[in-house]
Protein backbone atom coordinates (compact mmCIF):
# COMPACT_ATOMS: atom_id res chain seq x y z
CA UNK A 1 0.00 0.00 0.00
CA UNK A 2 3.01 1.90 0.58
CA UNK A 3 6.42 2.14 0.25
CA UNK A 4 8.90 2.44 3.16
CA UNK A 5 9.99 5.99 1.67
CA UNK A 6 6.47 7.06 1.78
CA UNK A 7 6.02 5.99 5.61
CA UNK A 8 9.41 7.15 6.70
CA UNK A 9 9.02 10.75 5.17
CA UNK A 10 5.37 11.17 6.72
CA UNK A 11 6.39 9.85 10.02
CA UNK A 12 8.91 12.83 10.19
CA UNK A 13 6.48 15.17 8.70
CA UNK A 14 4.36 14.21 11.65
CA UNK A 15 7.02 14.62 14.44
CA UNK A 16 7.44 11.20 15.01
CA UNK A 17 11.36 10.20 17.06
CA UNK A 18 11.39 6.64 17.28
CA UNK A 19 9.43 3.88 15.53
CA UNK A 20 9.24 0.75 18.04
CA UNK A 21 8.55 -2.35 16.01
CA UNK A 22 7.73 -5.78 15.50
CA UNK A 23 7.58 -6.12 11.88
CA UNK A 24 4.92 -8.65 9.95
CA UNK A 25 5.49 -9.18 5.86
CA UNK A 26 4.00 -6.23 5.16
CA UNK A 27 5.26 -3.30 7.78
CA UNK A 28 8.97 -5.27 7.39
CA UNK A 29 8.96 -3.80 3.97
CA UNK A 30 9.06 -0.74 5.67
CA UNK A 31 11.76 -1.64 7.68
CA UNK A 32 14.83 -0.84 5.39
CA UNK A 33 13.66 2.28 4.72
CA UNK A 34 13.14 3.05 8.54
CA UNK A 35 16.04 1.83 9.64
CA UNK A 36 17.86 3.91 6.64
CA UNK A 37 16.33 7.30 7.88
CA UNK A 38 18.69 9.51 9.82
CA UNK A 39 15.49 11.42 11.35
CA UNK A 40 13.52 8.77 12.84
CA UNK A 41 15.48 5.76 15.30
CA UNK A 42 14.31 2.65 14.80
CA UNK A 43 13.70 0.41 18.24
CA UNK A 44 13.08 -3.09 17.17
CA UNK A 45 11.57 -5.59 20.51
CA UNK A 46 11.15 -9.12 20.64
CA UNK A 47 7.59 -9.10 21.44
CA UNK A 48 4.64 -6.57 21.06
CA UNK A 49 4.03 -6.04 25.19
CA UNK A 50 7.54 -4.70 25.00
CA UNK A 51 6.78 -2.14 22.23
CA UNK A 52 4.32 -0.36 24.86
CA UNK A 53 6.66 -0.12 27.48
CA UNK A 54 9.44 0.99 25.30
CA UNK A 55 7.48 3.69 23.58
CA UNK A 56 5.82 5.11 27.25
CA UNK A 57 9.10 5.00 28.40
CA UNK A 58 9.96 7.16 25.34
CA UNK A 59 7.63 9.40 25.92
CA UNK A 60 7.66 9.84 29.61
CA UNK A 61 11.46 11.18 28.37
CA UNK A 62 9.78 13.93 26.06
CA UNK A 63 10.40 11.94 23.05
CA UNK A 64 7.88 10.95 20.25
CA UNK A 65 7.40 7.42 19.85
CA UNK A 66 4.95 5.00 17.14
CA UNK A 67 4.59 1.78 17.94
CA UNK A 68 3.87 -0.05 14.76
CA UNK A 69 2.61 -4.09 14.86
CA UNK A 70 0.46 -6.71 13.58
CA UNK A 71 -3.14 -6.87 14.82
CA UNK A 72 -1.75 -9.94 16.21
CA UNK A 73 0.68 -8.28 18.41
CA UNK A 74 -2.20 -6.75 19.50
CA UNK A 75 -4.19 -9.23 20.96
CA UNK A 76 -0.38 -10.34 22.64
CA UNK A 77 -0.34 -6.85 24.24
CA UNK A 78 -3.33 -6.26 25.77
CA UNK A 79 -2.01 -5.48 29.52
CA UNK A 80 0.78 -3.77 28.49
CA UNK A 81 -1.01 -1.33 26.62
CA UNK A 82 -4.13 -1.57 29.05
CA UNK A 83 -1.23 0.05 31.48
CA UNK A 84 0.43 2.64 29.52
CA UNK A 85 -2.69 4.12 27.60
CA UNK A 86 -5.94 3.68 30.62
CA UNK A 87 -3.55 3.68 34.22
CA UNK A 88 -0.81 6.44 32.58
CA UNK A 89 -3.34 8.27 30.23
CA UNK A 90 -0.12 8.56 28.04
CA UNK A 91 -1.49 9.50 24.05
CA UNK A 92 0.53 7.08 22.26
CA UNK A 93 -0.33 6.19 18.61
CA UNK A 94 0.13 2.93 16.67
CA UNK A 95 0.22 1.38 13.64
CA UNK A 96 -1.24 -1.40 13.46
CA UNK A 97 -1.31 -3.81 10.16
CA UNK A 98 -5.05 -5.65 9.60
CA UNK A 99 -3.80 -8.87 8.36
CA UNK A 100 -5.82 -10.95 5.62
CA UNK A 101 -8.03 -7.45 5.32
CA UNK A 102 -7.27 -7.15 1.26
CA UNK A 103 -6.47 -10.78 0.68
CA UNK A 104 -6.94 -14.49 2.23
CA UNK A 105 -5.24 -16.30 -0.13
CA UNK A 106 -2.85 -17.01 2.11
CA UNK A 107 -4.73 -17.43 5.28
CA UNK A 108 -8.48 -18.52 4.45
CA UNK A 109 -11.15 -18.04 7.20
CA UNK A 110 -8.23 -16.08 9.04
CA UNK A 111 -9.43 -14.93 12.38
CA UNK A 112 -8.15 -11.80 12.50
CA UNK A 113 -10.68 -10.49 10.72
CA UNK A 114 -13.22 -11.74 13.43
CA UNK A 115 -11.52 -10.32 16.52
CA UNK A 116 -9.59 -7.38 15.28
CA UNK A 117 -12.12 -4.53 15.52
CA UNK A 118 -13.80 -5.84 18.06
CA UNK A 119 -10.75 -5.84 20.06
CA UNK A 120 -10.05 -2.12 19.01
CA UNK A 121 -13.74 -1.44 20.26
CA UNK A 122 -13.14 -3.53 23.23
CA UNK A 123 -9.62 -1.68 24.29
CA UNK A 124 -11.64 2.02 23.69
CA UNK A 125 -9.19 2.77 20.98
CA UNK A 126 -9.66 5.80 18.31
CA UNK A 127 -8.63 4.19 14.72
CA UNK A 128 -8.64 4.83 11.45
CA UNK A 129 -9.54 1.92 8.54
CA UNK A 130 -6.60 2.72 6.60
CA UNK A 131 -7.26 1.09 3.07
CA UNK A 132 -6.33 2.51 0.13
CA UNK A 133 -2.84 4.74 -0.02
CA UNK A 134 -4.44 8.12 -0.75
CA UNK A 135 -5.77 8.24 2.92
CA UNK A 136 -2.25 9.33 4.11
CA UNK A 137 -3.77 12.96 4.83
CA UNK A 138 -6.29 11.09 6.72
CA UNK A 139 -3.89 9.67 8.99
CA UNK A 140 -2.26 12.85 9.51
CA UNK A 141 -5.36 14.17 10.88
CA UNK A 142 -6.23 11.79 13.01
CA UNK A 143 -2.77 11.52 14.43
CA UNK A 144 -3.66 15.69 14.77
CA UNK A 145 -6.48 15.46 16.54
CA UNK A 146 -5.90 12.42 19.16
CA UNK A 147 -2.56 14.31 20.10
CA UNK A 148 -4.73 17.59 20.36
CA UNK A 149 -6.92 15.69 23.01
CA UNK A 150 -4.23 13.61 24.57
CA UNK A 151 -5.82 10.61 23.51
CA UNK A 152 -4.25 7.30 21.92
CA UNK A 153 -5.01 6.09 18.48
CA UNK A 154 -4.57 3.83 15.58
CA UNK A 155 -4.13 3.59 12.22
CA UNK A 156 -5.70 -0.04 11.17
CA UNK A 157 -3.59 -0.63 8.03
CA UNK A 158 -5.35 -2.98 5.32
CA UNK A 159 -2.58 -5.81 4.59
CA UNK A 160 -2.81 -8.38 1.90
CA UNK A 161 -0.99 -10.95 3.25
CA UNK A 162 0.26 -12.66 6.13
CA UNK B 1 25.87 -17.61 51.04
CA UNK B 2 23.44 -14.41 51.31
CA UNK B 3 22.49 -12.16 54.03
CA UNK B 4 21.12 -9.70 51.89
CA UNK B 5 17.56 -9.04 52.23
CA UNK B 6 15.56 -6.96 49.89
CA UNK B 7 14.62 -4.04 52.40
CA UNK B 8 18.46 -2.97 52.94
CA UNK B 9 18.96 -4.11 48.87
CA UNK B 10 17.08 -1.27 48.23
CA UNK B 11 18.31 1.36 51.48
CA UNK B 12 21.79 1.20 49.87
CA UNK B 13 20.27 1.75 46.51
CA UNK B 14 18.12 4.73 47.79
CA UNK B 15 21.74 6.44 49.74
CA UNK B 16 24.27 6.17 46.78
CA UNK B 17 21.03 7.73 44.13
CA UNK B 18 21.94 11.04 43.45
CA UNK B 19 20.50 12.47 39.84
CA UNK B 20 19.78 9.16 38.33
CA UNK B 21 16.08 8.32 37.13
CA UNK B 22 15.06 5.16 38.97
CA UNK B 23 12.49 2.84 38.22
CA UNK B 24 11.23 0.08 40.84
CA UNK B 25 8.23 -2.42 40.24
CA UNK B 26 6.46 -4.64 42.12
CA UNK B 27 7.79 -5.56 45.81
CA UNK B 28 10.96 -3.65 45.43
CA UNK B 29 8.79 -0.44 44.11
CA UNK B 30 6.86 -1.45 47.73
CA UNK B 31 10.48 -1.14 49.59
CA UNK B 32 11.17 2.47 47.97
CA UNK B 33 8.21 4.09 48.94
CA UNK B 34 9.07 3.87 52.54
CA UNK B 35 11.99 6.42 51.59
CA UNK B 36 12.04 9.70 50.99
CA UNK B 37 10.96 10.44 47.01
CA UNK B 38 12.57 12.37 44.48
CA UNK B 39 11.34 13.87 41.61
CA UNK B 40 13.07 11.50 38.95
CA UNK B 41 11.62 8.76 40.93
CA UNK B 42 8.95 6.36 38.33
CA UNK B 43 7.50 3.76 40.83
CA UNK B 44 6.22 1.63 38.56
CA UNK B 45 2.60 0.98 40.43
CA UNK B 46 0.44 0.34 38.99
CA UNK B 47 2.35 -1.69 36.41
CA UNK B 48 1.89 -3.92 33.48
CA UNK B 49 4.11 -7.12 35.15
CA UNK B 50 7.90 -6.92 33.48
CA UNK B 51 7.77 -3.95 31.74
CA UNK B 52 9.63 -1.88 33.93
CA UNK B 53 13.20 -3.04 32.10
CA UNK B 54 10.63 -1.97 28.59
CA UNK B 55 9.73 1.36 29.79
CA UNK B 56 13.11 1.88 31.60
CA UNK B 57 14.76 1.47 27.81
CA UNK B 58 12.42 4.04 26.50
CA UNK B 59 13.48 6.21 29.27
CA UNK B 60 17.47 5.80 28.50
CA UNK B 61 17.11 6.34 25.21
CA UNK B 62 15.30 9.30 25.22
CA UNK B 63 17.28 10.63 27.83
CA UNK B 64 20.90 9.68 26.88
CA UNK B 65 22.65 12.15 29.02
CA UNK B 66 20.68 10.63 32.65
CA UNK B 67 21.69 7.67 33.89
CA UNK B 68 18.59 4.66 34.48
CA UNK B 69 18.43 1.80 36.91
CA UNK B 70 15.75 -0.34 36.99
CA UNK B 71 14.91 -2.32 39.15
CA UNK B 72 13.22 -5.59 38.31
CA UNK B 73 12.39 -8.92 40.13
CA UNK B 74 13.32 -11.93 38.19
CA UNK B 75 8.92 -13.26 38.64
CA UNK B 76 9.17 -9.82 36.85
CA UNK B 77 12.02 -10.63 34.14
CA UNK B 78 11.18 -13.89 33.61
CA UNK B 79 7.17 -12.28 31.86
CA UNK B 80 9.58 -10.61 29.39
CA UNK B 81 12.83 -12.02 29.22
CA UNK B 82 12.98 -10.94 25.59
CA UNK B 83 13.39 -7.11 26.69
CA UNK B 84 16.55 -8.12 27.86
CA UNK B 85 17.76 -8.83 24.03
CA UNK B 86 16.16 -5.83 23.06
CA UNK B 87 17.70 -3.51 25.68
CA UNK B 88 21.56 -4.79 24.42
CA UNK B 89 20.37 -4.60 20.67
CA UNK B 90 19.80 -0.39 21.54
CA UNK B 91 23.32 -0.72 23.90
CA UNK B 92 21.90 2.17 25.93
CA UNK B 93 25.13 3.07 27.74
CA UNK B 94 23.36 4.87 30.96
CA UNK B 95 20.78 1.62 31.34
CA UNK B 96 21.81 0.14 34.93
CA UNK B 97 19.34 -3.30 35.90
CA UNK B 98 19.11 -4.20 39.40
CA UNK B 99 17.74 -7.93 39.44
CA UNK B 100 16.39 -9.11 42.73
CA UNK B 101 16.44 -12.65 42.88
CA UNK B 102 14.37 -14.23 45.43
CA UNK B 103 13.03 -17.01 43.30
CA UNK B 104 9.32 -16.88 44.17
CA UNK B 105 6.25 -14.71 42.92
CA UNK B 106 6.55 -12.85 46.23
CA UNK B 107 3.21 -10.23 46.10
CA UNK B 108 1.20 -13.27 45.37
CA UNK B 109 1.85 -15.21 48.54
CA UNK B 110 5.54 -16.73 47.43
CA UNK B 111 4.86 -19.43 44.91
CA UNK B 112 8.04 -20.45 43.71
CA UNK B 113 8.69 -19.31 40.28
CA UNK B 114 9.85 -21.71 37.38
CA UNK B 115 13.18 -20.54 37.15
CA UNK B 116 13.39 -22.08 40.85
CA UNK B 117 14.71 -25.41 41.94
CA UNK B 118 11.56 -25.96 43.91
CA UNK B 119 9.67 -26.53 40.46
CA UNK B 120 11.92 -27.54 38.20
CA UNK B 121 11.89 -31.82 37.51
CA UNK B 122 15.81 -32.25 37.84
CA UNK B 123 16.22 -29.17 40.76
CA UNK B 124 18.64 -27.25 39.12
CA UNK B 125 18.71 -23.34 39.38
CA UNK B 126 18.50 -21.00 36.53
CA UNK B 127 21.80 -18.85 37.01
CA UNK B 128 20.91 -15.38 36.10
CA UNK B 129 24.58 -14.29 35.58
CA UNK B 130 24.77 -16.36 32.66
CA UNK B 131 21.15 -15.51 31.30
CA UNK B 132 21.97 -11.98 31.36
CA UNK B 133 25.79 -12.45 30.04
CA UNK B 134 24.45 -14.59 27.22
CA UNK B 135 21.50 -12.09 26.77
CA UNK B 136 24.67 -9.11 25.75
CA UNK B 137 25.01 -7.89 29.14
CA UNK B 138 28.39 -6.12 29.31
CA UNK B 139 28.84 -6.66 33.09
CA UNK B 140 26.92 -9.02 35.24
CA UNK B 141 28.02 -8.97 39.24
CA UNK B 142 25.70 -11.35 41.23
CA UNK B 143 25.18 -10.07 45.16
CA UNK B 144 24.38 -12.08 48.11
CA UNK B 145 26.11 -10.02 51.02
CA UNK B 146 24.69 -6.66 52.21
CA UNK B 147 28.56 -5.55 52.52
CA UNK B 148 29.37 -6.49 49.12
CA UNK B 149 26.28 -4.50 48.02
CA UNK B 150 27.22 -1.54 50.23
CA UNK B 151 30.96 -1.19 48.88
CA UNK B 152 29.84 -1.63 44.84
CA UNK B 153 26.39 0.04 44.46
CA UNK B 154 28.21 3.54 43.91
CA UNK B 155 30.16 2.14 40.79
CA UNK B 156 26.77 0.45 39.13
CA UNK B 157 25.16 3.77 38.95
CA UNK B 158 28.44 4.98 36.94
CA UNK B 159 29.46 1.69 34.79
CA UNK B 160 28.84 1.45 31.03
CA UNK B 161 25.55 -0.13 30.43
CA UNK B 162 23.55 -2.30 29.47
CA UNK B 163 25.08 -3.92 33.33
CA UNK B 164 23.24 -5.83 35.76
CA UNK B 165 24.04 -5.88 39.26
CA UNK B 166 21.91 -9.35 40.51
CA UNK B 167 20.87 -9.36 44.08
CA UNK B 168 20.02 -12.65 45.79
CA UNK B 169 17.62 -11.79 48.94
CA UNK B 170 15.08 -14.36 50.77
CA UNK B 171 11.30 -13.71 50.15
CA UNK B 172 9.65 -11.02 52.39
CA UNK B 173 7.27 -13.21 54.60
CA UNK B 174 3.71 -12.76 54.28
CA UNK B 175 4.55 -9.54 51.65
CA UNK B 176 2.18 -7.47 50.31
CA UNK B 177 1.58 -6.15 47.14
CA UNK B 178 3.25 -2.41 46.45
CA UNK B 179 -0.22 0.53 46.83
CA UNK B 180 0.11 3.30 44.10
CA UNK B 181 1.56 6.02 45.70
CA UNK B 182 -1.18 8.31 43.80
CA UNK B 183 -3.25 9.05 40.90
CA UNK B 184 -1.01 7.46 38.10
CA UNK B 185 -1.91 10.01 35.34
CA UNK B 186 -0.39 12.95 37.45
CA UNK B 187 2.48 10.84 38.52
CA UNK B 188 3.40 10.39 34.50
CA UNK B 189 2.40 14.46 34.19
CA UNK B 190 4.93 15.38 36.71
CA UNK B 191 7.69 13.10 35.74
CA UNK B 192 7.90 13.86 32.19
CA UNK B 193 7.73 17.63 33.13
CA UNK B 194 10.47 16.97 35.60
CA UNK B 195 12.58 15.07 32.60
CA UNK B 196 11.50 17.53 29.95
CA UNK B 197 11.78 20.81 31.81
CA UNK B 198 15.83 20.25 32.87
Known sequence: MFTGEEISHFLVSLGITHVVMVPDSTLGLWEPALALSKELSLVPVCREG????????????????????????????????????????????????????????????????????????????????????????????HYRDCQEKQIPGVALIAEGRA | ??????????????????????????GNAREWMTLAPHPLD????????????????????????????????????????????????????????ILFDNGVYEVTGAQPLPSSPETRKNRDRIDWSAVLSAGGFGEVQVYGRAADWQRDVKSWLQKEGPSCAVLRVAPVPNA??????????????????????R
Open chain 2, 42 to 97: WVYVPSSMGQATSLGLGLALAQPHRRVVVCSGDGSQLMNLGSLVTITAQAPKNYTL
Open chain 1, 50 to 141: EAWGVAAGLYLGGATPLVMIQCTGLFESGDALRNVLYDYGLPLYAFIGYRSYLNQSTLPGDTCLTFTEPILKAWNLDYRLILDPKQLDEIWT
Open chain 2, 1 to 26: MSDLTLSEAVKILHAARTEEIVVTSM
Open chain 2, 176 to 197: VGPRSPGPAKERARKFREALTA
